[in-house]
Nanobody, 125 residues
Framework: VQVEESGGGLVQAGGSLRLSCVVS????????IAWYRQVPGKEREWVAA????????HYADSVKGRLTISKDDAKNTAFLQINSLNPEYTAVYYC???????????????????WGQGTQVTVAS
């Protein structure tokens, strides 16, 4: 399984972005997908997770209400919509897939596949 993120960029505070994550292989419908973010000097943290059928979604407490995760099985693509951006959301955003006991479980206790390059989001104040 390989992942490729895209959609990041420089955006003004208050703006929105839609990040995309293309997942190769044939596990897209049977694995959970999670988005993560990482700022320099800090560990990568998960922010959103969605189950294989898209019906179960979890968000980290720090981002609830501002992010929306979704997936398109026909395109093997997951999305992360980020609204009302502020500089605190400046980070490299990654996605990954993983097998979980319950679809959409947060990824903290599961192994993931190889990481992609991520996509940089920079929010200007």
């Amino acid at each position: 399984v390989q992942v490729e993120e895209s959609g990041g960029g420089l955006v003004q505070a208050g703006g929105s972005l839609r990040l995309s994550c293309v997942v190769s292989g044939n596990t897209f419908r049977t694995t959970s997908i999670a988005w993560y973010r990482q700022v320099p000097g800090k560990e990568r943290e998960w922010v959103a997770a969605i189950g294989g059928d898209g019906s179960i979604i979890h968000y980290a407490d720090s981002v609830k209400g501002r992010l929306t995760i979704s997936k398109d099985d026909a395109k093997n693509t997951a999305f992360l919509q980020i609204n009302s951006l502020n500089p605190e959301y400046t980070a490299v955003y990654y996605c990954n897939s993983y097998f979980s006991d319950t679809p959409g479980d947060p990824p903290v206790r599961y192994g993931t596949f190889a990481w992609g390059q991520g996509t940089q989001v920079t929010v200007a104040s």
